[in-house]
């Protein structure tokens, strides 16, 4: 019988608890790789300002790897209001997305006529929990997304945002309803501050349109929105190249 000191047998004690400790690392990293080897299918619902060609949508999609199939139901001219009531959340429920991206705001404020129209105290919270409710209902992730701002500029040269009471509604039904929250509003602001007038009106998809954008324009929101995402929804932003 070989009698081991103890010095050796503490040596074979901390190389065990080593080649366990490294076994469960590599086991965890396999699992993690394995979850993100899987397709999932991302699904876009919102206004013009989520579409393909003025938009972010595009430039937002180009972001994710080959795992991940992005669908965009975004519809010109829409509402929280008019989307839902014209039945174009139906073909975007009947998708079967893990992810459904929800962004309205614009065409909810005053002057858009009684179909569209949506009160920020009221009308669009409900509505954004209708897509909150059905999203779920599916086995989706909702995740509400603020209103990216106009482009409109003050004399002190700062944006003069108009949709803050839309942004400050979609927070609270987010924060109420447990919801992953991008606010979209709050980092376009902030970024178009930073850059200045000049280097904003760049990114119009008209020189005169200040709500829209080109394609550079749709990048750098699609930055932001990464930034975001990142934050919210890791395992999501797992997919990003």
Known sequence: MVIKTDAEINYMKILSAIIITVALAISANASVSNVHEKSI??????DSTVTEDVGWGKAFAERFNDKVKI???????????????????????????????????????????????????????DYLKLYVNESREIGAMPILVSSVTRRTFGKDGKVRPSLLPWAKAVKSVSSEMKVPFIDLHTASVNYHNKIGEKASMILNAEPKDKTHLNKKGAEAIANLLVVELKQVTPDLAAYLK
């Open 71 to 125: 669908i965009n139901f975004a519809k010109k001219g829409s509402s929280s209001k008019s989307f839902y009531n014209l039945k174009y959340f139906v073909p975007a429920l009947k998708a079967k997305p893990d992810y459904i991206f929800i962004q309205f705001g614009h065409n909810g404020q005053p002057g858009k006529g009684p179909d569209r129209e949506t009160d920020p105290d009221t009308t669009y919270r």
């Open 41 to 46: 299918t991302i699904v876009l619902v919102g």
